[in-house]
């Protein structure tokens, strides 16, 4: 094969991430910059699409010359990236609007009158119930508390749309989006890959604000001189429309088979099973479709908001003396709480923790806090600690088991983890014991970034199926096995963390009601 390397950017919500490979799905150099976030008023959170675009720059550029490398070899630059929130461009590809982040909630009455008026209609079209970090709702919000900038919206596309337009001097008339992020955009028919002509006429949008649905490694134009000379290539290369960042993550993972699944665990925990079966979560609405990147698969994904990040809290709060210790000996502090959790028995001697800190997000339950049930004098550091780690172990298992009702009681394969969370082996072993399923660890970190790659190589003939590719440069490093009597004993916790969720729904809505009531100023003197 001939030497030739591929261009893949990751735009995040904490920040671009840029990588470069060679046809043989090895990074040769990486650059990071750290996004900017603004908070114009309490729960808004925006970004400068021209910010975006220019953190792609400069973080192309950064790795380029860290690569020494035969720039006329670069077949393509592809992009993967945050697949909820939203931007708005002009007839010549300005930016109209910020972008309106998938963190932003200034929406939630419209994600509310989206439920009232068609959630059933909008989780059976779209795979997605609505939700505050959705385009539908977020669009509705324009719509009716902005009009004139709606008015000078051409067409609405997501970040990396707008990142890889601006890099090919597209037109507002070349607006795209890739299939698969269209289950978050509240208005099309996910299964036909088209938008929906009933969603738009129910919530009244003008199907024309749309931009045309493009498969992932469809070329949509061609590097211009200009962006060309900010990033340090040459001009003319072949730009690929990309994909989300979870099915592009997913397929850097290998995760191209049915019944596989794949664990994110990062500041998010995210689970999602491929399947090659279409059944929306219509009943309980807690479940997300997303359409995969291979052609016939989808990826049924739940979602905790913040559950790895509940681990970073509890450090930062509870663990002061671990984070000196870890200091002071060169290592993670993460090591030392799971050396105190790995002697605590399964089950924590009976704690119960419920990760959602702030909120629920599918069911959307804004109300839904922490909670730790079940703990006395006799309970130490590590109990809590483990506790955390066991929640999001039973979050899952309640998830993969809505999973197995609607689609009939299915065997999974194996779970493939990444993230932060991946290196914690007793993390992975309360999660194989609670699902019954073997965790696996991969010789790849950065798999977003290379099924980014991957897509743009297909995109441009580097490689003629992605699936083959994948299964060449991503390889198992670790398998753990679940224990079947430790499962069994787990199964009783996960029942009673699933009745416990759906008992304190209503406690939960009470105690926000309690938080409005106005506060005594007067405080006491000590």
């Keep these: 094969m001939i030497e030739s390397y591929l261009i893949a950017v990751d735009s995040g919500t904490t920040g671009t991430k840029c990588a470069i490979f060679n046809n043989e799905g090895q990074i040769i150099a990486k650059a990071f910059e750290q996004s900017k976030l603004y908070y114009p008023k309490p729960n808004w959170v925006e970004q400068n699409p021209d910010e975006i675009y220019q953190s792609a720059i400069n973080t192309i550029r950064e790795a380029t010359q860290k690569a020494h490398i035969n720039k006329s070899k670069i077949r393509a630059i592809c992009f993967d990236g945050q697949m909820a929130g939203i931007c708005g461009i002009d007839k010549n590809w300005n930016p109209v609007m910020p ?28 795979g997605t119930p609505p939700t505050t970090f959705s385009h539908g709702p977020k669009i509705l919000w324009w719509k009716n508390e902005r009009p004139e900038i709606f008015k000078n919206i051409f067409k609405f596309i997501v970040p990396t749309g707008y990142i890889a337009g601006k890099m090919a001097g597209l037109k507002g008339k070349d607006a795209f989006i890739d299939y698969t992020y269209l289950n978050f955009t509240g208005y099309s028919d996910l299964k036909k890959a088209t938008w929906s002509p009933q969603l738009c006429d129910l919530f009244e949008i003008p199907m024309d604000k749309f931009p045309k649905i493009v498969n992932p490694w469809e070329v949509i134009g061609y590097l211009i001189a200009k962006s060309a000379d900010e990033c340090g290539l ?10 989300g960042d979870h099915p592009a993550g997913a397929l850097g993972a290998g995760v191209i088979e049915p019944h596989m699944v794949f664990d994110i665990a990062g500041t998010a925990s995210v689970i999602s099973n491929c399947v090659d079966t279409y059944a929306p979560d219509i009943k309980q609405k807690t479940l997300m479709y997303i359409k995969s990147v291979i052609p016939g698969l989808w990826h049924f994904v739940g979602y905790i908001n913040g559950g790895g990040l509940c681990l970073q809290w509890f450090r930062d709060e509870f663990a002061k003396e671990e984070i000196a210790r870890a200091k002071q000996e060169g290592i993670d502090a993460f090591n030392i709480l799971d050396e105190l959790a790995v002697e ?9 923790f419920i990760p959602h ?28 600690y483990r506790s955390i780690l066991e929640s999001v172990a039973y979050d899952y298992y309640y998830l993969l088991s809505i999973q197995k009702k609607l689609l009939g009681n299915i065997k999974f394969r194996e779970a493939r983890v990444i993230g932060g969370g991946a290196k914690s082996q007793l993390w992975n072993q309360i999660k194989a014991d609670v699902l019954n399923l073997p965790y696996v660890q991969l010789n790849q970190e950065e798999t977003a970034l290379l099924g980014t790659a991957i897509i743009g190589g297909y995109g441009v003939g580097v490689f003629d199926d992605m699936s083959k590719a994948v299964r060449r440069f991503t390889k198992p490093v670790a398998r753990i096995m679940p224990r079947l009597d430790y499962h069994e004993y787990y199964k009783n916790y996960a029942e ?26 007067n405080k006491i003197k000590l």
Excluded: Q
Excluded at 344 to 352: E, H, K, L, M, Q
Excluded at 360 to 379: Q, Y
């Design 234 to 243: 040459v001009k003319g290369i072949p730009i690929v429309a990309g994909a």
């Design 344 to 352: 605590i028995p399964a089950g924590s001697d009976s704690i119960i």
């Design 496 to 521: 009673f963390y699933k009745n416990l969720l759906e008992t304190l729904e209503g406690n939960f809505s009470t105690l926000t009601k309690l938080s409005n009531i106005p506060k005594p100023t």
């Design 99 to 126: 972008y309106d982040s998938w963190l932003d909630g200034r929406c939630k009455l419209y994600t509310d009158l989206m439920r009232r008026r068609g959630e059933e209609l909008i989780i059976e079209k779209t």
């Design 357 to 384: 800190l702030r909120g629920r997000v599918c069911p959307d339950n804004a109300d839904i806090r922490g909670t730790w049930l079940g703990f006395s004098w006799n309970h130490k550091k590590g109990h809590f």
